[in-house]
């Protein structure tokens, strides 16, 4: 049944309904009436003429179950009616939310599955990055420390050499300051 209310494409015209409901279209005129009086709500044409959909039919034929009760009054029926499409609407919509709220959840799991894999990617790349950070500080610390020796080294033999030349420097005035001296 609740297909048939959500089917709202079809559209009849006055007669069409009346011969669907084996009534009068002046009876169907009198059943709208009491339904718009009791809150249905029926479109219309810019005519302002009454166009029915399929839960029109179905309004109309729940009001000719309710009118065939003998407590019942046609006021009466026509009420009910209304209270029953607002209950079906209500559960329809209630329906309808659960639906979406159920593919709404599904849709929110499987964002936060995503997001714990880009969580767990981002740990990996922090640890790599940490891991590289520390192999760049060993190697620089290492370079660092060969650069260091090479320099104490280069410096050892400039003084060892410039010790020599002055020696040797000292062993030539020597020499000749010996010779040109005596």
Known sequence: MTDDIKDEHIIMSPSEVATLLDIKESTLRKYALLLKDAGYHFDVNEKGQRW?????????????????SP???????????VA???????????????????????????LKEIINQQNNLLLELAKKMDQQQKYIDERLEQRDQKLMESLRENQEVKKALLSIAA????????????????
């Open 167 to 182: 020696a040797q420097e000292e062993n030539k005035k020597s020499f000749f300051g010996r010779l040109f001296k005596r």
């Open 52 to 68: 029915y959909y399929n839960r029109d039919v179905i309004a109309f034929k729940k009001l000719m179950q309710f009118k065939s």
């Open 84 to 110: 029953w499409f607002n209950q079906s609407n209500v559960s329809l919509s209630i329906t309808e939310k659960n639906t979406e709220n159920r593919r709404y959840d599904d849709d929110i799991k499987e």
């Open 71 to 81: 407590d019942m009054t046609l006021e009466q029926s026509a009420n009910a009616v």
